[in-house]
Nanobody
Framework: QVQLVESGGGLVQAGGSLRLSCTAS????????MGWYRQAPGKQRELVAG???????NYADSVKGRFTISRDNAKNTVYLQMNSLKPEDTAVYYC???????????WGRGTQVTVSS
């Protein structure tokens, strides 16, 4: 199994930046894709960005050009650099990992990001 721990959330003013980190432990050699989802109050969880073990990335349209996902396989860590933050980016951000042999994602506990206007 895999355990995921996020860090880096907080409160920031609109236009500011935050960097989220998520470090995996356990059977990390089995991890394929990693990335981030977010869930705002009263809304469904949505994909923010994902990255494959080879470094291919995908983003939600709402964050393209503002967020950058990266990954350090040696450290089993995925990052989300968030720039030009908007109040609508306020949500709990969850790290996920797709692990070979498992039909569901592994999830972190989430980190709160709050953007004030």
């Amino acid at each position: 199994q895999v355990q995921l721990v996020e860090s880096g959330g907080g409160l920031v003013q609109a236009g500011g930046s935050l960097r989220l980190s998520c470090t995996a432990s356990g059977t990390t050699f089995s991890i394929n894709d990693m990335g981030w989802y977010r869930q705002a109050p009263g809304k469904q969880r949505e994909l923010v960005a994902g990255i494959t073990s080879g470094g291919s990335t995908n983003y939600a349209d709402s964050v393209k050009g503002r967020f950058t996902i990266s990954r350090d396989n040696a450290k089993n860590t995925v990052y989300l650099q968030m720039n030009s933050l908007k109040p609508e980016d306020t949500a709990v951000y969850y790290c996920y990992a797709e692990v070979r042999g498992w039909s569901t994602y592994f999830w972190g506990r989430g980190t709160q990001v709050t953007v004030s206007s």
